[in-house]
């Protein structure tokens, strides 16, 4: 392989310098002229670069690029082995429309298959791209080229099938580089992935690989510096969940603004950092972590990330041809169960991805995941499962995925509930059988379709190599037969005949070691053909110069200085020639094997062929047959059996047959270990008396240290003064001193050590005396002839049974104990030594072979007092008919110290005093339950009880309900007329009917039980506990929107009805309303100052919620607009208005039932400013006519006017003399000679108006003639007049606490003195009453009226010339 250093600088004019560039677009390389580029110049680039094409021959090929630069580059294309300067076989052209540039290629042939090179270059750089034309041959050349391609195909699989590469090894480019998706993989990869993608490129020179690559990265990381300052933690793309996959990295950006691009395969991918699109970007401080959501096999390529042009990061995203023949099934499990899921896979796939409830598992104690040996079934089991394992588990090969339910059910014995279960052998779910049937199946297929592959290749080989032949023998004709033999290129010098080539040797890939436990061939060669004899060309493909590592590399191609004749190239991946027999594999390697010291292992593998032997290595060296060593050949299988494992038989064993190896890890243990003998006799109870030694010895092996520990009854023991514990290499012994009774229970001996853990349990049981019996004391009779008792064993018989009670009874009042001597073991005694009336007390113990308890004494029993036994409950009626009534109730608390012999019942009717016992004096009810038939139908009773024991019958009970002597009532019928009256989002409103009486069918109703049902749920509750008298009824706490089923049950005695249900479905909604705006004095028009806020509120009323839109001039509103909206009303603000915010705003408010528009013009503006210079001329004598420049805000306001104001020299104040004008001038009219005029002109408009622009002033000069007045003499006039009203007061009603305003108006001259009062009471001087005159009227205020205001009111009025007055009456209203 050969690699062009990168310091290598192409050729370059004197004083130039070459600059190397990294284009945007992958594989354009750019060399830069100049160290700095001008402003507003740059380098050419390409902005789409050609795509390799496959053509037909004889058709039209066509490369098209879009090149930039400034100035514009000069654009030449070349091809590596001709020219391209035939104007009939090569048209360069450029489409200015397009902008592309085009080589064009008609009628196509075979010998243009070649590599070409577009160059773009201007004074500041040049741009170079390859690209290649791959030409397919038509006729028989087309029908070897199909053949040709079968062939590769079948290889192609052929490989794949038999693992020995990853991938078929990629082509070198033409001119020695390699791909450049090469170099962008290892320079984001570990340093462990580097030969997995030297062996994927077809990359043999790893030394220069390695040399090359850390030049790159220098270059690279000075260009990451001028954007990035940190870059680390690099994930590689991988399925993070079902349908996303995922890679990361953590970056540090100098510019946060700088622009991050995302390429596919050297195509830029947009993505969204807000929403979660197909391509997503979130970051998460400084993670940046990239999603592809909605996988698809199109998705497969490779991933860049570049920012500014500069790649930080590359991944290649690779989808496994694979999908779930057999998918995981749902798994029922109980506690402490492991639950197993399974798959099986349709090719064989090392590893998958296992998620539980969106959460990747890994192997552990919790998990264990496995794979079978042929790869296709995959396992994973959940161990121990609780609940809080149940949920979604989840497969996840490639893209395809399959998920389950894990459903964790209690443990049904009952005994385990609430307790820690020891955790179950068993485990549920798993296929069995069935799946590895289907996997077996599966392996036969592909097995099967490997072996038609191999077929198909030697028939396709054999068809190649005839064609070859003929083409050979056709080449031979054609070559002049004197000439001399032609050298292969590489050799030594020494000439071969043409139609002899010998196969160069291929080198051996290296030996790898098995760590999969799936054996690899370990120096088998790939299948390859012998080259193919052909004349010596130009170019050679990469595959001839392929060289093992000792080998010199042949030296780089250079163009023949001799002349030579055309020769037509074909370009492509080449073919195998010869397919060689992949011979003897494994199909199922070595797996690694656990064994304990002393037990059996067994190592086994199995191979595809049986006529085989192979060799068993240890540790590197060979082993053979043994007494403790057995190779067992079976058929297929290979058999290595070690009888008796040692510690010494560890190590790594491998299985060699046939050039092929299978490699595993043989681990003996030696964990803690038990004699059975020993173990059976530990387990044996140990029983002891109290205040004895205890102990307890187990000897053991295994390998040291091993941890040792003793728990009784579940918790761990510690040395102390009561237990001793003795530890060694072989044995332990505990020793528990002076052991109590509460120390009996399970001892437990742990031992641990690295390989294992083993436990022994034994039971200690300590005798001891029993407890005291227990009370409380139950009296069965105490009577003037015997006393019974009853009472409770001991808690703790110590160990051992009972054998006897022992009592002693004291008469109270004396001092003494009599021994009444043993009894049996029965906790019960009856003393018949009794004296009337008297009290005795007893004493107890209990009796064992240990000992005898402590004492357990009673209370004071009396002997055949009177004592009687309280009330019963009250009687409840079970039943009623009219010839019969039963009756039950339970016995009283207190039975008065003996047994209860029986019940007296009795009976009383209603409005009587008189009870009657219902049953015979002499025959007590001994039951709880009476009938009584001694009833009178329609009649109305209530009975009561009273308990009888020795001392006789007790206290009655309470009287039970009224019962009347009839038959059962029927239940009612169904409600009617069922409806919804009213509902809201949390209630709902209901009423109904009540049901018909139909006589003997049903019988009236008492009540109603409303019953709601969601309608997800299958269940009906009740929404009332007591039965409803009204036949109305509201439903409270239903949740918003939510569906409801709702029905009606009537009830009376004799049950409830049949329910009455609605005819559909409610909705948790108020009544549908159509939209309609509540607000009556909403505006149409607003006005508002540029930059202040707009603000419309709009109240409507509507159900359920409606959309609401709002428009301007019939668009949605633009973002600078707030629109939000509540229940009821909806907002729309202008933060900031501008003028373009004017225009017509529309809200549309729209439901299900209906809708609603109102549109409102919403004018932005600003203070005009004022007009422009002011001119006046006069046209006409008498008139004048003023001009002036028009405002600025005129244009963009059609709303603005101009209002012109006049002032002359007479009357000396500004008035209007005109307004509303939308023109620049005016006439003005009456101008009289010899005064001054001014006239100033204002814009306006909707918010306001303008500065004035004020004109100068225009004179008119007038001849003054002389004015003569002649006036007559005046007379003396009187004007003085009496007061007389012309308004009297009018009379008022005014409510308490309310203001009363009353006036009245008065006419004199000269001005009367005007006087106010109240019943006759001068009001002026009061500071209670506020009293005006203002040009005759007068007026009086009253502030907050009382009662006490009430009575006539009078205005009196006079000056010299008389007197008036008015009254009027002031009524208070309360």
Known sequence: MKFRKSKDEEPTAPGQVAIKKRSKVPGVMITQFVEEIPAGKSHPDFNRKPIALTIQEGKLAVFKAIITGDPTPAVTWARNNGD??????????????????????????????????????NEFGRAVVTVTLNIIEVGFKKSKAMQEGRLEKAAADLKKTLRTRAETQKKEREDGEVDEKFWELLLSADKKDYERICIEYGVTDFRGMLRKLNEKKREIEDQRAQFVEHLSNLKHIEVKTPGCAEFEFEMDLKDPNARIFLFKDGVMVPFNTETDEKHFLRQVGRKFIFSVNGLSPEDAGMYQVDIEGVNVFSTDFKIPAVDFLVKIQEVKAIERQ?????????????????????????????????????????????????????????????????????????????????????????VAGGGGADLQKIAAEQQEKLQKEREERMEQIKEFQAELEDAKAIETEVKEEEEVPAGPLEVQEGSTGTPQAVDKPKPKPKPKPEKKPDTGGVAEPESEPEPEPEPEPEPETKVQKKEEHVTSPGQVPPPPEEESTGEEPKKRVRTGPLVPDTVIDPGVHFTSGLSDVHAIIGQSAVMECKLSREDCDGVWYKDGKDITDTDALKIIKDGLVRKLILTNCKEDDSGKYRFEADGRKTEAILIVEDPPRLNQDDLAKFSEPVIIKANQNATFKLEFIGREPIKVQWYNEGEELTEDNHVRIEKSSSHSRLLLVKCQRKDSG?????????????????????????????????????????????????????????????????????????????????????????????????????ITAEGTSDVFETDDIQAGTKAYPGPPSTPKVVRAFKDLVTLSWTPPSNTGGTNIVGYNMEKRKRGSNLWS???????????????????????????????INFSGAGE?????????????????????????????????????????????????????FVELRPAENTEWSRCNSNALISTSYTILGLKSMAMYWVRVIATNEGGDGEPRDLDNYIIAMPPPVRPKFTDRKMKSFMVVRAENSARININFEASPMPTIIWLKDGMPVSKRVTVSNTDGLSQLLIPSSERSDTGIYTIIVKNIVGQETFSIEIRVTDDPKPPGPVELDENVPGTLTVYWAASPDEKRDDHLYYMVMKRDSVKRTWHAVADQLFNNNFTAVNIMPGREYNFRVYAKNDIGISEPSESQTWGVVRKKEKFILNL???????????????????????????????????????????????????????????????????????????????????????????????????????
């Open 746 to 846: 399970e001892i437990k001996l742990k031992l641990k050590n690295e390989f294992g853990t083993i436990e022994a349990l034994s039971k200690l049981i300590v005798l001891d005396k029993p407890t005291n019996p227990m009370g409380p004391i139950e009296v069965l009779e105490a009577s003037s002839s015997c006393v019974e008792l009853k009472w409770r064993s001991p808690k703790d018989d110590g160990g051992s049974t009972i054998l006897n009670y022992s009592l002693d009874r004291n008469q109270i009042g004396r001092n003494t104990w009599v021994k009444l001597g043993n009894i049996p073991p029965e906790a019960h005694y009856k003393d018949n030594d009794v004296d009337h009336g008297r009290k005795y007390c007893y004493r107890i113990r209990a």
């Open 84 to 121: 391209v300067s035939d104007p009939e076989r090569y048209v360069v052209s450029y489409d200015q429309i397009s902008g592309e540039h085009q080589l064009q290629m008609p009628n196509v042939g075979v010998d243009q298959a070649d590599t070409y090179k577009c160059y773009a270059q």
């Open 956 to 1008: 009655p009970s309470t009287p039970s309900e009224f019962v009347i002597a009839r038959d059962p009532k029927k239940p009612p019928g169904k409600v009617t007329d069922l409806k919804v009256t009213g509902s809201s989002h949390t209630s709902l409103n209901l009423s109904w009917t009540k049901p018909e009486e139909e006589e003997g069918v049903q019988d009236e109703a008492k009540g109603y």
């Open 338 to 426: 492991d639950a197993v899921f399974e798959c099986v896979l349709s090719a064989p796939l090392s590893k998958i991805s296992w998620m539980g409830k969106s959460t990747p598992l890994v192997q552990g104690e919790k998990y264990d995941i496995s794979v079978s040996e042929d790869m296709l079934i995959h396992r994973l089991v959940v161990k121990d499962c609780m609940q809080v394992d149940k949920g979604i588990y989840a497969a996840v090969a490639g893209i395809k995925s399959c998920n389950a339910w894990l459903i964790v059910e209690p443990d049904p014995d009952p005994n385990n509930r609430g307790k820690k279960a020891a955790r179950k052998t068993t």
């Open 1272 to 1374: 007559a003499p005046s007379k003396t006039c009187n004007f003085e007049s009496a007061p007389v009203f012309t308004v009297p007061l009018k009379k008022h009603a005014s409510p308490e606490k309310y203001d009363c305003y009353m006036s009245c108006a008065v006419r004199a001259d000269p001005t009367p003195r005007v006087t106010w009062y109240r019943n006759n009471i001068s009001l002026n001087a009061n500071p209670n009453y506020y009293i005006t005159n203002t040009c005759g009227v007068c007026s009086m205020l009253i502030l907050r009226v009382a009662p006490k205001d009430n009575g006539e009111y009078k205005v009196v009025a006079e000056n010299p010339s008389g007197r008036a007055e008015c009254t009027a009456q002031l009524t208070i209203l309360e």
């Open 917 to 947: 016992q219902v049953n015979a004096p002499e025959e007590p009810i001994k039951g709880k339950q009476y009938e009584v038939k001694d009833v009178v139908e329609g009649m109305e009773y209530e009975f009561r009880v009273s308990a």
